[in-house]
């Protein structure tokens, strides 16, 4: 049974500051990785992916990955309130189509 | 952009009443899926399809049951509602080996 696993929060992180959110895997053939965010009472909308080790940035996010520990994160810089959400961490392996999902970390920024 | 719509956004069936909530997308995705949220139990795939007739089912497709006689749509069908499939349900759509993009999601009551 593939397992992704995230802290739930809540996770409180003043405005400005910058905001690590994590993720652990339990598949070492996981190849992909994406981060959705889901403002309550919404849908999960998709924010980054990630394929290979290392450092993705995509303006104020940046995701990091590192397949040798089964960890992936999501780094959010100059945070904003409206950055306030849950964060959902999901993965698949190679020639899967589906996604395994973590059960979310909630965010709140303080103003 | 791509766009995934559902039929409802809120619905509210009586117990052992037939059920049909319905999935459209407009980018020529070959994958759709169909997923439940609940609250701390993250999101959870009913069923997946992976082309026009084609279906697999997922982690919880006891209760359910799913079509995709067109490519753009696909329905979930609850043959005879119970209260503990009370949930939100979401849609989501993907091009092969890609992201995938989710619906607002239709919110279920069945008292």
């Known amino acids: 049974q593939k397992e992704v696993e995230q802290n739930s929060g809540p996770l409180s992180v003043p405005e400005g500051a910058i905001a690590s959110l994590n993720c652990t895997y339990s598949?070492?053939?996981?190849?992909?990785f994406f981060w959705y965010r889901q403002y309550s009472g919404k849908s999960p909308e998709l924010i980054m992916f990630i394929y290979s080790n290392g450092d993705k940035e995509d303006g104020r996010f940046t995701a990091q990955l590192n397949k040798a520990s089964q960890y992936v994160s999501l780094l959010i810089r100059d945070s904003q309130p409206s950055d306030s959400a849950t964060y959902l961490c999901?993965?698949?392996?190679?020639?899967?189509?589906?996604?395994?999902f973590g059960t979310g970390t909630r965010l709140t920024i303080i103003p | 952009d791509v766009k995934v719509t559902q039929s409802s956004r809120y619905l509210v069936k009586r117990t052992g009443e037939k059920v049909f909530l319905e999935c459209v997308q407009d980018m020529d995705h070959e994958n759709m899926f169909w997923y439940r949220q609940d609250p701390g139990l993250g999101l959870r795939l009913i069923y997946f399809?992976?082309?026009?007739?084609?279906?697999e089912k997922g982690d919880i497709p006891e209760g359910y049951s799913v079509s995709r006689e067109k490519k753009e749509r696909f329905s979930l069908i609850l043959e005879s509602a119970s209260t503990n499939q009370t949930s939100m349900y979401l849609c989501?759509?993907?091009?092969?080996?890609?992201?995938?993009?989710f619906g607002p999601g239709t919110r279920l009551t069945v008292l």
């Open positions: 989501a759509s993907s091009a092969r080996y890609n992201e995938q993009f």
């Open positions: 999901a993965v698949n392996d190679f020639g899967n189509e589906k996604l395994t």
């Open positions: 598949d070492r053939g996981s190849q992909s």
């Open positions: 399809s992976y082309d026009v007739k084609m279906k």
